[in-house]
């Protein structure tokens, strides 16, 4: 699964990622966060028109036809069924997204029956995209304001993450952003791009527990490997 990750980038690096041409956020820069969390709001990567924009909204999809949010927030969707719940059906086969982010937490249980975090990232930190989906419910909010939400597309574990947790976060091969996020990609493809994934390219080392709290919002000493602090 993917329960919380980080994103740091600035918008030149944003901009370098998927050639956003949006003047009301070109080159403003967006806080860091490293400690995102489930119904956060988070930043995604969808298609309007022929364009990329980068857009924003809760983590944890509610589906464009729920008429309230409740139940536990959809956060993740399992790769083996994405395609089947009615509650993901729907965004799977027209608004997928880009989920930007720089790295993201799992954990491993301790001796002292504790939990150690360990920060999931490319090698030199570069910025990636989760696969994502997206979801504009119009039927949740009294007002008629749309409601953003997104989730992330997992799978089982491949190495180096299968040391730490039996599922990942599925991580796009740069080469298939335009054809994911385009609804008139066949599905057919749309599964060989989720087989083309580059999670096998990713690394990762252990980090302070300070991270485990929900609640913390440090900066960048939160993914310093542990024993460097």
């Not at 982010?101 to 570069?126: F, Q, R, V």
Request: with cysteine; glycine share 8%.
């Amino acid at each position: 699964m993917c329960g919380r990750y980080t994103h740091a980038m600035t918008w030149e690096q944003v901009h370098g990622l998927y050639n956003i041409h949006s003047d009301a956020r070109r080159a403003k820069n967006t806080a860091p966060r490293y400690n995102i969390c489930p119904t956060d709001i988070v930043e995604f990567v969808r298609l309007e028109g022929e364009e990329p924009i980068y857009d924003e909204g809760r983590w944890g999809l509610v589906p464009t036809f729920f008429k309230e949010v409740k139940g536990a927030p959809l956060i993740n969707a399992r790769i083996e069924t994405v395609s089947e719940l009615a509650v993901f059906r729907s965004a799977f086969s027209k608004t997928r997204c880009l989920i930007p982010a720089d790295g993201y937490y799992e954990w491993t249980k301790a001796l002292d029956k504790g939990k150690d975090p360990h920060w999931i990232h490319m090698p030199g930190g570069e910025g990636f995209s989760f696969a994502g989906l997206y979801a504009i419910n119009t039927q949740v909010n009294k007002d008629g304001t749309p409601l953003k939400s997104c989730t992330i597309i997992t799978g089982p574990a491949e190495p180096p993450v299968d040391q730490i947790h039996d599922r990942e976060p599925l991580v796009l091969n740069r080469a298939d952003y335009d054809a994911w996020m385009d609804p008139r990609t066949p599905l057919d493809e749309v599964r060989a791009i989720l087989g083309r994934c580059i999670n096998r390219s990713m690394v990762h080392h252990r980090v302070d527990r300070q991270v485990n709290s929900n609640r913390w919002q440090g900066g960048s000493e939160g993914i310093a490997p542990l024993n460097s602090l």
